[in-house]
């Protein structure tokens, strides 16, 4: 299926494997499905964790990856040497800004603390209508189960909308979810 509206895809994930080998294979399986159909994978720039599993997996289908990193965090997270290009920023804060201008859409695979920001950072632009671009979730084994039940739980609450919970979408299979997000790119 050819994703026109979807060129590039910015990925949100853990900066750590995490604790199930499935957690890798899933990160690899969407990195390799991305590069399949052509779309470039925008992510933070490390060779770690699931970050590095979909990078690899990209690249190793023939896909575009382009990084974006501060440069304080290069040694930390350890800055892959085989993207396709690479964006060095100053701050956190420009990172985030960067990888979402460069993207026609969002997907947080399983991550930690730094991707649940990075999400949420997606998710609240979207809410108050800065961008209107598509957000989703690789639901690995029902990884973001406890997370869609804190937005319900917010909705039910009056806190949020039950227009803003839908502004993100969770499958567990990348081509499904590629086909919901390529609708939403559509219609908005
Ligand atoms: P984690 O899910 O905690 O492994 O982090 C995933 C990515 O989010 C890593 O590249 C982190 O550098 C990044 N990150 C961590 N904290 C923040 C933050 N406060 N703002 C933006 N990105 C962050």
Redesign the pocket.
Known sequence: MAHDVLRSICV?????PGADPAFTAAAAGFGRVIAERGITLVY???RV???GSVADAALAAGGRVVGV??RA?VS??VLHDGLSELFLTET??Q??EQMMALSDAFVALP????????LF?ALTLAQIGIHDKPNGLLDVGGFFRPLLALLRHAVEHGFAGESDARLVVAEEAPERLLAALAERARRS
């Open positions: 949100f994930c853990g900066s750590r933070g720039g490390a964790g699931l970050m990193i501060p965090l930390k997270e956190m804060a990172r985030k991550g930690g603390f730094g991707t649940y920001d990075e950072e």
